[in-house]
């Protein structure tokens, strides 16, 4: 058969599958729920360790699928509960047929009102039916335009990484960087009022001389192009229109609904972090949970210790390297390999210097960092490590051969520095017990 859209057998098929199309809605409905609830727990571990690691590309990538997999499962589940009262009303359509107002003999007042408001069961129908077919094609949309949401902003992500290297030459920066960002910054503003107002700048001649060439390139870099033709036969009726004004302002507020919460208390909170008083169970190894509780920064065996040693585990942040070359100029390297990488343009590694690097990098983390217990100072000795919940870090052990039965507090401190002045700082307090056996 023909694909040709002027073929008449072709148009037939078509209007076949459009009245069969609720079988296959249903079909891939049921199957994507029950993936996305399959998925949904990865993508969470993901995006927490992204978020601990402070990797912003991943932090990114992993939001926007968070975001998808809300979109998706939240559409799709109102879509099959919708079609399932499609098809209760077929089937009650079959058994009834259409209202007949005059057997409920109610009053005139009544009787005339919901011969108005209601109408004929065929109508409920036709509207059900309507309403499931717009919301699955929606659906699909919604997650094409958070797609192209966030390869623009990861393009905004890769040119700011790019201007704050310091290998970039000025006139790069200034000639190249600087205009990208700025015509990104206007035509992002430019299809984000197009999209809001349905099509409003390409309405007019005046904005047409302007606004064509951004949409010339948006439609790439948004992925338009892959699903205009939905956007314009979706905006073309006026229900269309009207339900395009609602599914924003509903998002939002869906948004602002999930942010909520209720508080007991004006002082204790579930989501403290720890200190002398308080202790987060993200500073415990024995109480961490899963694949989404990760280390705060650091992290002992358990709140009560019963060896004559505390392990310390401190997690590896995004600064701490550039403290390191502050504090160690030698370990600066002429290239910083820092940031996204290929494995195919990764080049040959000479271990061998690789590993006298790590030895004073380690041994510059060991003058830099402040163990103490109370008032008891200790010099801590790094080894590269990594957790249970493979987060890399720096683990030491202290001897507690002189410290005394009963509550303590854990402090672990570093140097650091703000332009030329060096300073000490707190990054965390942790109290435990120690009980030797």
Known sequence: MSN???NQKFKKWLDILQQESWQLELIISGFAIYGLFMVIEPIEAASFEAENDQNWYRILITQGLL???YILTINLIIHVILRGLWIGAIGLRYVSGDIEYEKLKYSPKFNKHLQKRVGSFDNYVATLEKYCSIIFAVTFLLVFYL?????????????GNWMENDAIPDWARNWVAIPLMIFLGIGTFLTFIDFITQGWLKRKKWTTVFYYPVYWIFKYLTLSFLYRPMVYNFLDTKFGKRLS???????????ILAGTGFSTSNYLDSDLNSNSYIAS?????????????FVDRASIPSKVIEEPYLNVFIEYGSSIEDDV?????????EEDLRGVYSTFSSGTVDWSKKREGLKSYLGTLEEMYILSIDSTAFKPTFVLTQNP??????ETFLDLAEVQKGKH???????????DSVYTRTIINIPFWYYPN
């Open 281 to 293: 169970k993200q500073n415990y190894t024995s109480l961490l949970e899963g694949s989404k509780d």
């Open 325 to 333: 070359f502050f504090f160690n100029e030698d370990l600066k390297p």
């Open 67 to 69: 975001v998808s997999w």
């Open 409 to 419: 507090v854990l402090k672990v401190a570093r140097k650091d520095h703000r332009r």
């Open 147 to 159: 797609l192209g949401l966030l390869l623009i902003a990861f393009i905004f992500a890769v040119i």
């Open 245 to 255: 004004f609602i599914i924003v302002p509903l998002y939002i507020l869906l948004t």
């Open 4 to 6: 040709d859209p002027k």
């Open 389 to 394: 919940q493979q987060q890399i870090g720096f």
